[in-house]
Structures are given as structure tokens and as C-alpha cells.
């Protein structure tokens, strides 16, 4: 399995990005599949979710309201859409997919830069 992810940059404060994040497979060949982000000296963390079964998404405190996950079945891709970026969003960002509890693949990481 493949996740190629990209779409970071360096972005005022305020401003906006959408991350791709491309599976070489059907998404709904896994359960699940997520976006992660992790920030110097930090613990990996959940930004945001979306079941494949029915669509369900679920976000971290931190980001909601401002991100929103997505996906196009037909393109075999899920997207972050990063809206009223903070500097406390500055991270490195992983896409993830989720064969099953135990079963998880990741992309390479993404930088994202808030900065002014």
C-alpha cells in the first residue's frame, strides 16, 4: 500500500491549505483512513477521521470548526482542508489508513508552516 501525501507549504497565519493524500487501492479497502500531524518535540496526534463505512468523520478539539476531512472514492484520495491556520498548527502532517485496529499504513509526511 502507498499514501503519497502532499499540498503543505508556508502559510500566514489565517490562510488556508488542502492536503491530498493519494492510496494506490481503493479507499474502502480500509476501514478507515486519517490525517495525523506531528509537531517538533511532540507526540504524533489525530487531526482528523473519516470511517469509510457511511462517512463518519471525527476531529480533534483543536481543529474543529476550521478542518474539514474529505474524499473522492473516484480518485482514490482523502483531503484536509486547513482553513483559519494557526502557528500552533505548524507540523509535520501524515495521512494514515487503517486496514483494521491493528492494521495501519502511513504516508510520508507533509510539512505545514504557519508562519508570518
Known amino acids: 500500500v502507498q499514501l503519497q501525501a502532499f499540498g503543505g507549504g508556508l502559510v500566514q497565519p489565517g490562510g488556508s491549505l488542502r492536503l491530498s493524500c493519494a492510496a494506490s487501492?481503493?479507499?474502502?479497502?480500509?476501514?478507515?483512513m486519517g490525517w495525523y500531524r506531528q509537531a517538533p518535540g511532540k507526540q504524533r496526534e489525530l487531526v482528523a477521521r473519516?470511517?469509510?463505512?457511511?462517512?463518519?468523520?471525527n476531529y480533534a478539539d483543536s481543529v474543529k470548526g476550521r478542518f474539514t476531512i474529505s474524499r473522492d472514492n473516484a480518485k482514490n484520495t482523502v483531503y484536509l482542508q486547513m482553513n483559519s491556520l494557526k502557528s500552533e498548527d505548524t507540523a509535520v502532517y501524515y495521512c494514515?489508513?487503517?486496514?483494521?485496529?491493528?492494521?495501519?499504513?502511513w504516508g510520508q509526511g507533509t510539512q505545514v508552516t504557519v508562519s508570518s
Open positions: 494514515s489508513a487503517d486496514r483494521s485496529l491493528i492494521s495501519r499504513y
Open positions: 487501492e481503493s479507499i474502502f479497502s480500509f476501514a478507515a
Open positions: 473519516i470511517i469509510s463505512s457511511g462517512g463518519i468523520t
